[in-house]
């Protein structure tokens, strides 16, 4: 296969977001077996675990194992996601290539979600972002509920564009504008991304859609035209939000690359590859 750069870049989410929240605890041998199959279909980004408390998400107890357990490789980004410094310390310990935090556009969201306001939550991340930049590693932030809240509805674009301003300026490379619950409608997209780019570069934003209601690709294509290039999605559309009641299904990586592909675009992947990865993914639901 040629050496050449896709178009568009894909964030496989499904070992971390994709199993957070299955009712039956995974194995870790399963979970690494996953993440060898992500890694055969050609994904050259993948969020393999989040170094949170077990007593919040069970299902990532098992974080330092799976980390040790997922080697580094050429073009390879392992990416966190950490909620404090502690978390960041224990991966960086270990060897990662990308921290992730994550925030909400909506305020309710973040009470609930992760226990403080979102300026509380951007100030929390500051002694993560120093420890990136002093490891000289990545750090991603991801912000939940750009569109819609299951708690408070529609989000204001403008309170996802200061959000999403906020992580750049904290040391954020990339910011991932997520539809959490799945409502978001093409028009709310173009709305909030109109917003984002008019303060932040599409070159430094991903996006990150759930299909609960079907309009996952509809949104994708929205975000092409705004000139996003880098989506999330999770094989076999594993995964939710324990915290956003009815947010079953992120975005499928399967049908997500035959999408953009048939629009045009390269993205990389072994699609035979990436079927099995996701006949196993399917094996690992509760």
């Known amino acids: 296969m040629a050496d050449v750069t ?12 994709g199993l957070q929240n299955e009712k039956r605890l995974v194995p870790t041998g399963d979970k690494l077996a996953l993440i060898g199959l992500l890694r055969a279909a050609g994904l050259p980004r993948l969020e393999v675990t989040a170094f949170v408390s077990p007593k919040w998400v069970p299902q990532m107890a098992d974080h330092e194992a799976v980390l040790r357990g997922t080697p580094p490789g050429e ?10 410094e502690r978390g960041a310390l224990a991966a960086l310990a270990i060897g990662v290539e990308e921290l992730a935090v994550f925030t909400s556009a909506s305020e309710t969201f973040a009470r609930k979600n992760i226990n403080c306001s979102i300026a509380e939550s951007i100030e929390r991340f500051e002694p993560v972002a120093k420890l990136a930049r002093q490891h000289g590693v990545r750090l991603r932030g991801y912000v939940s509920c750009t569109v819609e809240c299951p708690y408070e509805g529609a ?3 403008e309170a996802a564009a200061r959000v999403a301003l906020a992580l750049s300026d904290l040391g954020c490379v990339e910011i991932s504008l997520a539809d959490t619950i799945g409502r978001a409608t093409p028009e709310g997209v173009d709305a ?25 690709l509809d949104n994708v294509d929205v975000a092409l035209a705004h000139g996003i290039r880098v989506f999330d999605s999770a094989v076999g559309g594993l995964g939710g939000c324990p915290y956003a009641p009815g947010a079953a299904g992120n975005l499928s990586t399967l049908p997500l690359v035959r999408h953009v592909e048939a629009n045009g675009f390269s993205t990389g992947v072994d699609i035979a590859r990436l079927r099995e990865a996701e006949v196993f ?6």
Do not use: K, W, Y
């Open 192 to 216: 909030m991304l109109s917003a984002v780019t008019a303060q932040l570069p599409a070159a430094r934003l991903a996006c990150h859609f759930h299909d609960t209601f079907g309009h996952a």
């Open 281 to 286: 993914a399917d094996s690992l639901r509760g």
């Open 75 to 84: 073009g390879l980004i392992r990416s966190v996601l950490v909620p404090n």
């Open 6 to 17: 896709p178009d568009i870049t894909i964030v496989e989410v499904g070992p971390r977001d």
């Open 155 to 157: 989000i204001d674009p």
